[in-house]
Structure formats: structure tokens, C-alpha cells
């Protein structure tokens, strides 16, 4: 099975734009999360998609949302860009609730 | 609330030498534990994992880990680190009926692995 597939890899934004990340999951899984991962905070949960609902939400502003389409494929967005929005967004799928997580290769977001 | 914590943020073995990892967990019940590792400029991918059972797991490219309830611990070992071994390892802990698809993680551990 091919894995977890993020697109863009890289990206340069300004602050004050906004910006759209995709994640393709594992075939077969349903359930989406995300990621941030920084030097200072570590990888901190953004939010979970389980068809196409998100059921859990981490503790980041609302500037930051996600989908989640019916092919299982998700989006997050973030609006109104900060130098510290400035990181490394993993996206992971998994096929149950609570179980192992299979994580991309993440996009590397640089505000500028 | 749960939580991981990784005491080393930064481990140098040799290359053939042994190695051990630290995590603690802080959790009510037993929960799900994963161990992951990151090369620079990757993704993490999952070495291994513990839900019920066996107290030793064992994973992918040698790596085993150990559950011991009673020091709230998930130690990650390999007889013999090899130099590609060298990158960033990560505890996980998942489990919890609340909080669907989150992994809360440690901080990470740094290996370096000389020649």
C-alpha cells in the first residue's frame, strides 16, 4: 500500500496570507490527524478528521482548520499567517480510534 | 492528563554499542505506547508498539521495547546501533476514549551514533 502522501513538502509564505495543506491517507484509513511539530513545543495535535467530522481538537487558535473530503483525504488551512506558525506539519492516518498512527512526510512551512 | 517524558535530549554511543532509551509515561490506565523515529527533514515512522499482552515488543530494525507498569516506563532498546540508527526517537501515548487520535509525545532523544 502506498503511505501517507503530503503535498506541498515545502512552502514559503508571508505573514498575513494564508495557507492550505493536503493529506492523502493510507487506503483504507479513515481517520486523519495533525501535527505541528516545532524546536521549542515538539509535535503538538492540531485536530482529527473521522469521516469527514472532526472529532477532536487540539489547543491551537481557530486561525487554524482543517476537512475532511469523503475519499478520506484532508485539508487544514491556516489563516492570517504568524512568524510562528513557522513549522513542520505531519499529517498521520490510522484505521482505528485509538491505534497505531502512520505518519507523511510533513510540510515544511516558512513565515516569513 | 496524560504525558511522556524522555529524560535524555541527547544520546552518543558507538557503533556496535548497546542501547537503551528512557520513557516515562504518566497515565491512569494502561495505555497504548509507541515508539517512533524521525531522520532529518522526514516524517516519523512507527518501530514499534505496545497495546496488551507480552510486555516485550519487538519491532522493526531490531529495535525491542519493554513495558514495566510499575515504573511507568517504555524503554526502547537495540543490542547493537548501527550508524544508520542515528536520528531523532520519540515516545508516544495513546489511548484514551476522550481524545480520538491524538498521541501525545515526548520531547525526543537525539542519537548520535559515532564511528
Known amino acids: 500500500k502506498a503511505g501517507v502522501t503530503q503535498t506541498p513538502r515545502y512552502l514559503i509564505k508571508t505573514r498575513g496570507q494564508q495557507v492550505t495543506l493536503s493529506c492523502s491517507p493510507i487506503?483504507?484509513?479513515?481517520?486523519v490527524s495533525w501535527y505541528q511539530q516545532t524546536p521549542g513545543q515538539g509535535l503538538q495535535f492540531l485536530f482529527e478528521?473521522?469521516?469527514?467530522?472532526?472529532?477532536n481538537k487540539g489547543n491551537f487558535p481557530g486561525r487554524f482548520s482543517g476537512r475532511q473530503f469523503s475519499n478520506s483525504r484532508s485539508e487544514m488551512n491556516v489563516s492570517t499567517l504568524e512568524l510562528g506558525d513557522s513549522a513542520l506539519y505531519l499529517c498521520?492516518?490510522?484505521?482505528?480510534?485509538?491505534?497505531?498512527?502512520?505518519f507523511g512526510p510533513g510540510t515544511r512551512l516558512t513565515v516569513t | 492528563a496524560q504525558s511522556v517524558t524522555q529524560p535524555d535530549i541527547h544520546i552518543t554511543v558507538s557503533e556496535g554499542a548497546s542501547l537503551e532509551l528512557r520513557c516515562n509515561y504518566s497515565?491512569?490506565?494502561?495505555?497504548?505506547l509507541f515508539w517512533y523515529v524521525q531522520s532529518p527533514g522526514q516524517g516519523l515512522q512507527l518501530l514499534l508498539k505496545?497495546?496488551?499482552?507480552?510486555?516485550l515488543v519487538q519491532g522493526i530494525k531490531g529495535f525491542e521495547a519493554e513495558f514495566k507498569r510499575s515504573q511507568s516506563s517504555f524503554n526502547l532498546r537495540k543490542p547493537s546501533v548501527h550508524w544508520s540508527d542515528a536520528a531523532e526517537y520519540f515516545c508516544?501515548?495513546?489511548?484514551?476514549?476522550?481524545?480520538?487520535?491524538?498521541?501525545?509525545f515526548g520531547q525526543g532523544t537525539t542519537l548520535q551514533v559515532k564511528p
Open positions: 505496545y497495546f496488551s499482552g507480552d510486555t
Open positions: 508516544a501515548v495513546g489511548r484514551d476514549s476522550g481524545n480520538t487520535g491524538k498521541l501525545i
Open positions: 497515565y491512569g490506565a494502561t495505555p497504548y
Open positions: 487506503s483504507g484509513h479513515r481517520s
Open positions: 478528521y473521522f469521516s469527514e467530522t472532526q472529532r
Open positions: 498521520a492516518s490510522s484505521s482505528t480510534d485509538l491505534g497505531e498512527q502512520y
